[in-house]
């Protein structure tokens, strides 16, 4: 089966935006100043096992920063990487279709209009967050901007699912892809390797089961544990143990051998803040890990969909 890129042994969201825009293109991170009912009683008061403090929003502004004070601020930062590019805003941490429908409009649009150089918006959500209505005006918006909706899955197996408090079921996940998709929208889906208990053929499972659906994109996470997230109590009293690199390496080769050619991957890591970060440490090296993926598969002369069946 033939490789869609041709710059590393996978499809990467960089050649996909490249292939789209015409150029570079990042994502401007934005704290909207969301909740999640997963934190704030509604389903539980915990969050997600895993989940800091700051709810997968280290990076963003601070929350209680105008969305343009954080635009510029981030956008200072980034431009120091890439002087040149379009960017994508990107609502990234809590839950963040979990508001009405008014003030979704009234903070994305607002996000679209900071910059004639943004040519998109992403949304970070949960699955069990997308009503009716918001499913409609993002309908209404993708036909305006280039829209990406992701969604946190994390594991397909429930058991799982309930160890790490997520408060909604597989099939709920399949229903917000199908509504979502059935608009048209893109959609991108968040996994997480190392999850307590898992296996590797667990991990397998899950993005196997998403090679069968019709998804754009896939973000892999390497589990840690920051000092500000409930699973550092657990990992304190020795009940969670943590992938090491070499492990790590193999299983998302393999995952990414077996992922259909035209499934884009827009993370093979996950991005810890090292103030927070208790363990594993090597994830702190996001070049080192993505380098030791690329030459595992280059090794054995391997790819992303190598060993894929529809």
């Known amino acids: 089966m033939e490789m869609i890129n041709k710059t590393r042994p996978y499809y990467t969201v960089d050649d996909y935006y490249k292939q789209k825009f015409g150029t570079k293109v990042f994502k401007i991170p934005l704290n909207g100043n969301f909740s999640c009912p997963n934190r704030d009683g509604t389903l539980s008061d915990r969050g997600c096992l895993f989940c800091s403090e700051l709810a997968s929003g280290e990076f ?53 209009s900071l910059d004639p150089e943004i040519v998109g918006l992403s949304i970070a959500t949960r699955p069990d967050c997308l009503s009716d ?49 059935k608009r048209n929208i893109h959609t991108v889906v968040h996994i997480i390797n190392g999850l307590p208990g898992e296996t590797e053929a667990m991990m397998l499972e899950t993005s196997d089961y998403l090679n069968h659906l019709d998804i754009q994109g896939i973000k892999i996470h390497m589990l840690f544990i920051a000092n500000n997230a409930p ?80």
């Open 231 to 310: 699973i550092y109590e657990l990992y304190k009293k020795g009940m969670i143990s943590l992938l090491d690199q070499p492990t790590y390496v193999k299983i998302v080769a393999t995952q990414i051998e077996k992922m259909r050619p035209n499934l884009i991957i827009y993370r093979l890591t996950g991005d810890p803040d090292r103030n927070t970060l208790v363990a594993p440490q090597w994830t702190l090296k996001k070049f080192s890990v993505t380098n030791d993926i690329d030459k595992y598969l280059r090794s054995r002369g391997s790819y992303q969909g190598v060993r894929y069946h529809d």
């Open 60 to 112: 963003a502004g601070a929350r209680t920063d105008p969305l343009d004070v954080q635009y510029r601020e981030i956008l200072s930062r980034m431009r120091q990487k890439w002087p040149e590019g379009k960017r994508i805003v990107y609502f990234q941490a809590n839950t963040n279709t979990y508001a009405p429908v008014d003030r979704l409009r009234s903070l994305y649009e607002y996000a679209l």
């Open 133 to 181: 209505d918001t499913l409609d005006y993002l309908h209404a918006l993708n036909n305006r901007t280039f829209l990406t909706v992701e969604l946190g899955l994390q594991t397909i197996h429930e058991s799982t699912s309930e160890l790490i408090n997520r408060h909604h079921t597989l099939s709920a996940f399949d229903r917000a892809v199908m509504e979502l998709r």
